[in-house]
């Protein structure tokens, strides 16, 4: 029953000592999320703005509607 506990166990102690910890982030880190923050904006920016723009138009046209 024990058994894939202890299993488990030694494979994080081996990959503790495989990987010894590292406090904080450093500059690439924070260059490769910039990009990664800077890639997803560029691909939903499109999408975002025709969104809007598909709003504003049914609005418009919902208004101008009413208006006669």
Same mark, same amino acid.
């Given at each position: 029953?024990l058994q +894939?506990?202890?299993q488990?166990?030694s494979?994080?102690?081996? =990959?503790r000592?495989?990987? %010894?910890e590292?406090?904080?982030?450093? #500059? +690439?880190?924070?260059g490769l999320?910039l990009?990664?923050? #800077?890639l997803?904006?560029?691909f939903a920016l %499109?999408?975002?703005?025709?969104a809007? =723009?598909?709003?504003? /138009? #049914?609005?418009s046209?919902?208004?101008? /509607?009413?208006?006669?």
């Amino acid at each position: 029953m024990l058994q +894939p506990l202890f299993q488990c166990k030694s494979f994080v102690d081996r =990959l503790r000592r495989r990987f %010894p910890e590292e406090k904080g982030v450093t #500059a +690439p880190e924070y260059g490769l999320m910039l990009g990664l923050v #800077a890639l997803a904006i560029a691909f939903a920016l %499109p999408n975002i703005t025709n969104a809007i =723009l598909g709003i504003f /138009t #049914a609005m418009s046209t919902t208004l101008n /509607t009413l208006a006669g």
